[in-house]
Nanobody, 121 residues
Framework: QVQLVESGGGLVQAGGSLRLSCAAS????????MTWYRQAPGKGRVLVAS???????NYVDSVKGRFTISRDNTKNTVYLQMNSLKPEDTAVYYC???????????????WGQGTQVTVSS
């Protein structure tokens, strides 16, 4: 019923920037929290940044001061602006959203397909 489509990944040199987008579509009434996770090869999926429905952000320590999460509720989209990228930021980045579907009082969780971010030295 709901799809999360990510875009904006790619290859960038250390110190560069990328902006990830995650657009939700479908029979959406409201989106609550939205979160970016990442998964490096051989590693588990870990939280990078989250933002509440009210726009309150939270970040893992390793990206504080470099990454900014934001959302545009009119477009059902969450963004992750990534500056001063480091090789250790290399991972597949996944969008996660808690969505209230039209006609339902319940929240359901959805994952995006993932987008590759590669940071070279």
């Amino acid at each position: 019923q709901v799809q999360l489509v990510e875009s904006g990944g790619g290859l960038v040199q250390a110190g560069g920037s990328l902006r990830l987008s995650c657009a939700a579509s479908g029979s959406i009434s409201k989106i609550n929290g939205m979160t970016w996770y990442r998964q490096a090869p051989g590693k588990g999926r870990v939280l990078v940044a989250s933002i509440t429905a009210g726009g309150i952000p939270n970040y893992v320590d390793s990206v504080k001061g470099r990454f900014t999460i934001s959302r545009d509720n009119t477009k059902n989209t969450v963004y992750l602006q990534m500056n001063s990228l480091k090789p250790e930021d290399t991972a597949v980045y996944y969008c996660y959203a808690e969505v209230i579907i039209l006609g339902s009082p319940y929240t359901r969780a959805y994952w995006g397909q993932g987008t590759q971010v590669t940071v070279s030295s």
